[in-house]
């Protein structure tokens, strides 16, 4: 059986790979894997323009937010060393990846296991073109990533742009910013540029708040802390509607409320999401009919996502059983370590799959780390939220606090934010819990423990290690718990 995966150097195209060379001993099947990347120098989307790089440059601009913050303190406020951040962030990332490339050439190293530095390009459902080879596979693995979304917004080939990735190698910027996109990298990104850049910043937000996995209430206090505590104007109710250069910089062209408006600024911040990368894959030649919502021939001239559900919870392709789709190319949820857990399922379905064994549905309990607030004030949600405890008619106690309520986080002088508990009424079994503020992202793993183990809050010990920041948590399991009695 030979198994071709394409963007091997990523999250997910790794996590099938080495799971498969694992694996392939204990199965009856005979595994041939060829691994292809053309990725320069490769190592992957989170570790070269995402998750990695950006944590790097926010930490920096944490440190001026709270000493900027901090009364306690005095003297001069120190300014961010833009040259310093990038290249630091450049040598670690560039460590990063090379351990990545590592990994991979050393799978490559195995017996019927090879690596291909070159661009892979479909002929076929399962014959890939592969520099000056024609490969013919029984299982193709599609796993090339994501790339940034550019909006069908009237005028925006005609003016210049920023991404995030053009962020993270940035060393200067200009003195105003207008920004399209309010979602995980936005918000990510948004209070780098104001604190560590000093740019003064306009914020465009479809909705009347963001965090749209959240409570209302969560994204309520996001909204005041990037007002209150970064100056950074978000207008929310808002579209875009036109952009057009403006002298050297831009004008946006958006409706407010039901009324015309016009943002100029220096610079325009496309922050605007991220979607499936099939450019150059030849998926045109293949069975699967990725976007027939946006009228284009092929999926080459598609801007838009596939439709949902092109990709069944197998990793498989809906047209093509033996095409499996891992990752963010599938749309699905673009996040690390759902990529890595989607790769792990692909690679135990495919050798099912060859064996006529029944495969399994990759089920993701909902964890998701936002690094907001420069991950000074980082939301995390695992599990059930108030909102969707409701929608999937669940009967729920639920209990919030206030970061205010527990003392120890006015002594770190962190003292905005929230966390709120979603607990069974029935049988206590812990449902849910979501938290933005200081250490909500270390509270994140515990709280995936307790979720996803169906543990009774009344059985969660109820001791306080004072004074720490999970006091938080404490608080919000008595007072579950004393609802349930």
């Known amino acids: 059986m030979h198994v071709v995966i394409v963007g091997a150097y990523g999250s997910a195209g790794v996590a099938v790979a080495q799971e498969l060379v694992e694996r392939r001993d204990e199965s009856s099947e005979d595994v041939e894997l060829t691994l292809v990347d053309d990725g320069e120098p490769g190592g992957g989307l989170c570790i070269l323009r995402g998750c990695m790089p950006s944590k790097e440059v926010l930490s920096a601009g944490a440190h001026r937010f ?6 306690r303190l005095s003297g001069s406020l120190p300014d961010v060393d833009l040259e310093s951040v990038v290249e630091t962030k450049n040598e670690h990332t560039s460590n990063f990846a090379a351990h990545r490339r590592s990994a991979v050439h050393d799978l490559a190293e195995r017996e019927n296991v090879e690596f291909l530095h070159e661009t892979a390009r479909f002929v076929d459902d399962h014959t890939v073109a ?8 029984d299982y193709v693995v599609i796993a090339t990533g994501s790339t940034v979304n550019v909006p069908d917004l009237p005028g925006i080939d005609e003016v210049e742009y920023m991404t995030s990735a053009d962020v993270l190698d940035s060393t200067t910027f200009p003195d105003s910013g207008v920004v399209m996109g309010f979602g995980y990298v936005g918000i990510e990104m948004i209070p780098y540029l104001s604190e560590a850049a000093g740019m003064d910043l306009t914020v465009i937000e479809h909705d009347a708040r963001p965090l749209d996995e959240a409570d209302p209430e969560f994204g309520d206090a996001l909204l005041d802390i990037y007002r209150e505590e970064f100056g950074i104007e978000v207008l929310t109710n808002t579209y875009e509607q036109s952009v057009e250069p403006h002298g050297d910089g831009v004008r946006l062209h958006v409706e407010r409320d039901g009324r015309d408006e016009t943002l100029d600024a220096d610079e325009l911040f496309l922050f605007t999401g991220r979607r499936p990368a099939f450019d150059g894959l030849g998926m045109e030649h293949t069975a699967l009919d990725l976007d027939p919502a946006t009228g284009a021939e092929t999926i080459e001239h598609a801007t838009m996502q596939p439709e949902p559900g ?14 499996f789709v891992v990752g963010d190319v599938n749309g699905k949820e673009p996040i690390l370590h759902v990529a890595k857990e989607q790769g792990f399922t692909a690679g135990r379905n495919i050798l099912a799959h060859a064996a006529g064994e029944e495969l399994e ?10 690094f907001s607030g420069l991950g000074v004030y980082p939301f995390a949600r695992v599990g059930h939220s108030a909102a969707t405890a409701e929608e999937a008619g669940l009967d729920v106690a639920t ?3 206030q970061a205010s309520d527990d003392g120890v986080f006015k002594t770190k002088d962190v003292p905005e934010g929230l966390a709120r508990l979603v607990v069974d009424k029935e049988d206590g079994t812990v449902l849910g819990y979501q938290g933005l503020h200081y250490h909500a992202d270390v509270m994140a793993k515990t709280m995936q423990v307790i979720v996803e183990r169906g543990m009774d809050v009344r059985e969660i010990p109820d001791r306080a290690y004072h004074p720490t920041t999970p006091e938080i948590l404490d608080g919000l399991f008595r007072e579950t718990s004393a609802e349930l009695e």
């Not at 592969?130 to 596979?137: K, M, P």
């Not at 092109?310 to 095409?323: F, G």
């Not at 549905?361 to 936002?370: D, F, I, K, L």
């Open 361 to 370: 549905a990759y089920e993701n309990v909902h964890h998701h780390v936002m």
């Open 130 to 137: 592969v520099g000056d080879r024609t490969i013919e596979a």
């Open 399 to 401: 209990a919030t606090r």
């Open 310 to 323: 092109w990709v069944a919870d197998t990793m498989q392709a809906e047209a093509d059983p033996r095409t």
């Open 66 to 71: 709270q000493a900027r913050h901090d009364h």
